[in-house]
T-cell receptor, first 113, second 110 residues
């Protein structure tokens, strides 16, 4: 069984640029959630996708957007990067939406200069 | 506002010295309480899910318990390889988002 994978592992961008992060969900899972984890903090919910539709959103501005594809993989796009966007971005997959256990990928470390 | 608070922030133990980590939550209509382990620079690794007060789950040296206001992660006779940050998360009534605490960083020395 393949676990959750994310790419790239690390990324360095400058303020104002745009970035796309990618996630492949665990086999058999149809729901993907994205979280932002700043250093020393717990993960913060960005949004969740279920069967290609946004299924919930946290307190993040519209410049954070996402997609889910028919194979349940997902992208997180961030426009107009700010210094505070520097963080570990985590993708988690689960089966069905709701409280089913979310399994996390290794994360993408984004640094904004 | 839904909130999860973990204590202590950091805990140093000697190998074999048992202790407990606390997770208190104020979440409307709790639908699940989750424990994860996170090593530096890596994604959280799932440990346990608890759904109702009184429920307990065990895995090796770890045991998680749940009350109506708190969850505890008990670590019995820890080893250095148990050193990590332990995260607690709650799923609210909507069930889409996990609300995380800041974590407890555990260091076990031999």
């Amino acid at each position: 069984e393949t676990g959750v994978t994310q790419s790239p592992t690390h990324l360095i961008k400058t303020r104002g640029q745009q970035v796309t992060l990618r996630c492949s969900s665990q086999s058999g899972h149809n729901t993907v959630s994205w979280y932002q984890q700043a250093l020393g903090q717990g993960p913060q919910f960005i949004f969740q996708y279920y069967r290609e539709e946004e299924n919930g959103r946290g307190n993040f501005p519209p410049r954070f957007s996402g997609l889910q594809f028919p194979n349940y993989s997902s992208e997180l796009n961030v426009n107009a990067l700010e210094l505070d966007d520097s963080a570990l971005y985590l993708c988690a997959s689960s089966y069905l939406s709701g409280t089913d256990t979310q399994y996390f990928g290794p994360g993408t470390r984004l640094t904004v200069l | 506002e839904d909130q999860v608070t973990q204590s202590p922030e950091a805990l140093r133990l000697q190998e074999g010295e048992s202790s407990s980590l606390n997770c208190s939550y104020t979440v409307s209509g709790l639908r699940g309480l989750f424990w994860y382990r996170q090593d530096p620079g890596k994604g959280p690794e799932f440990l346990f899910t608890l759904y109702s007060a009184g429920e307990e789950k065990e895995k090796e040296r770890l045991k998680a318990t749940l009350t109506k206001k708190e969850s505890f992660l008990h670590i019995t006779a820890p080893k250095p390889e148990d050193s990590a940050t332990y995260l607690c998360a709650a799923a609210n009534q909507a069930g889409t988002a996990l609300i995380f605490g800041k974590g407890t960083t555990l260091s076990v020395s031999s």
